[in-house]
């Protein structure tokens, strides 16, 4: 198998008012909840953090990556986790995106050999979301995004060898529609939608 996970659980959640990844979500926390759904699926697993230690007491088996800078965004902990992993790529997820299926993931995975970047063809309204199998080969132009404050995805991508996947296939890899695997929990509002969905989809099982 082989496969290197990240879970991006940096960010000052300023929306949200509290970490994302200690969130209640189901009978444990945010983090655990992915960790449990996706580890089965991958070899190694990261946690991107703001600090060392900072989801230390969960006890996960899952490394701590501390982002290089605590003002570069999910791109600076992006190019923290590069320089830190042992393989040669991973795939990254942001630990708001509860409702991704680890089949997609593993799809994606599959799609990434000898490629930089590979990822989906969002629509705009998503264009921001954090899901893709990112190589080291990527240090560079993540550095000269960062460098030259130009964190876009179009910046990095352009400069590296990308593989852009269309989201129309998801429906042949998942159950799970595209709108929810990347439904992201960025307020509480949206948490308490999340919160309920996971109830009532128990409820009716």
Known sequence: MNRTLVILCGGDSSRM?????LLPFEDKTMVEYIYDKFSPFFDK???SVNERGDLAHLGL???EIPDISRNAGPYGAILSCLTM???DRAFFMSVDTPFLDP???VYLYDQS???DITTFRFPDNLLDTICGVYNKRCIGAFFKSLFFKKTTRNYVEDRCYTNIIDTKLIEDISTVSMEQQ???VNDRQSYYYAVFS???RNFTC
């Open 61 to 63: 088996d899952a490394q």
């Open 45 to 47: 697993v990261y946690l």
């Open 198 to 200: 996971i109830l009532k």
């Open 103 to 105: 089949r997609t993931a």
């Open 17 to 21: 008012g509290t970490k994302k990844a």
């Open 182 to 184: 990347f439904y992201k």
């Open 85 to 87: 992993i042992t393989g």
């Open 113 to 115: 050999y000898n490629y």
